[in-house]
């Protein structure tokens, strides 16, 4: 077994083992890292279609009361959606203890780190609390008339972090398969190539170290 273990074709197995797994582990990090940029953009969209058809009028602005109905759209559940006015008289929420009453506290998730304006004026914002992430978003709306209003939606993120760890897992377990096989593959051609080479040459020394 100690023969083994010092051997050569052991030891150009275990580089070539140490190699592969950096190379490849550096590839699944960026990779993993990539799709799950992906999963959150995706989720970014679907989060803005309910504004998007409510300035359409496509839907009604009462569409905020049906948090049910948003998170069919979004794909996400919809934890809490508010259409506020300037001066923050909430019109439509899908709390209706809220309806009738001002805050500016949907306002200040525009000012949080890492807050994102996109192209139609949306602003996003990703966070976690206690290891469960949320999406805030707030979309101007544009009424009839010239008048001014927001939608805020707090969004749950459970089913993005779930393709998350999906997409991990899968490289992960994908990733490792490449690095045995490739491990396993050089090795036996390293047996197969030096082995019986070192043994010919062994033989032959030998036997002139004995005078044949």
Same mark, same amino acid.
């Given at each position: 077994?100690?023969?083994?273990? $010092?051997? #050569?074709?052991?030891?150009?197995? #275990? %580089?070539?083992?140490? @190699?592969?797994?950096? =190379?490849?582990?550096?590839?699944? @990090?960026?990779?993993?890292?990539?799709?799950?940029?992906? @999963?959150?953009?995706?989720?970014?969209?679907?989060? $803005?279609?309910?504004? /998007?058809?409510?300035?359409?009028? *496509?839907?009604?602005?009462? =569409?905020? $009361?049906?948090?049910?109905?948003?998170?069919?759209?979004?794909?996400?559940?919809?934890? =809490?959606?508010?259409?506020? $006015?300037?001066?923050?008289?909430? #019109?439509?929420?899908?709390?209706? %203890?809220?309806?009738?009453?001002?805050?500016?506290?949907?306002? %200040?998730?525009?000012?949080?780190?890492? !807050?994102?304006?996109?192209?139609?004026?949306? *602003?996003?914002?990703?966070?976690?609390?206690?290891?469960?992430?949320? *999406?805030?978003?707030?979309?101007?709306? /544009? #009424?009839?008339?010239?008048?001014? !209003?927001?939608?805020?939606?707090?969004?749950? !993120?459970?089913?993005? /972090?779930?393709?998350?760890?999906?997409? %991990?897992?899968?490289?992960?377990?994908?990733?490792?398969?490449?690095? =045995?096989?490739?491990?396993?593959?050089?090795?036996?051609?390293? /047996?197969?190539?030096?082995?019986?080479?070192?043994?010919?040459?062994?033989?032959?020394?030998?036997?002139?170290?004995?005078?044949?």
């Amino acid at each position: 077994m100690n023969r083994f273990f $010092q051997s #050569l074709a052991f030891k150009l197995s #275990l %580089a070539i083992f140490f @190699i592969a797994s950096v =190379l490849l582990s550096s590839l699944g @990090i960026y990779y993993i890292r990539s799709f799950a940029e992906e @999963i959150d953009q995706s989720l970014y969209t679907q989060a $803005q279609i309910p504004g /998007h058809l409510m300035n359409d009028g *496509v839907v009604p602005l009462s =569409l905020a $009361q049906d948090a049910a109905a948003l998170s069919r759209l979004i794909g996400e559940e919809v934890l =809490l959606s508010v259409i506020d $006015q300037p001066d923050n008289l909430i #019109l439509f929420c899908s709390d209706p %203890a809220l309806e009738g009453t001002k805050t500016d506290e949907f306002h %200040a998730y525009a000012h949080l780190p890492g !807050a994102v304006t996109t192209e139609c004026g949306s *602003v996003i914002v990703h966070r976690r609390n206690n290891g469960t992430g949320h *999406v805030f978003i707030s979309t101007p709306l /544009h #009424l009839e008339g010239g008048k001014a !209003a927001e939608l805020h939606m707090k969004i749950s !993120a459970s089913n993005a /972090h779930l393709k998350k760890l999906r997409v %991990a897992g899968g490289f992960s377990l994908g990733f490792i398969f490449c690095i =045995l096989l490739i491990t396993g593959v050089c090795a036996l051609l390293l /047996h197969f190539l030096t082995v019986p080479r070192l043994r010919n040459t062994l033989y032959c020394l030998k036997a002139v170290e004995n005078g044949d």
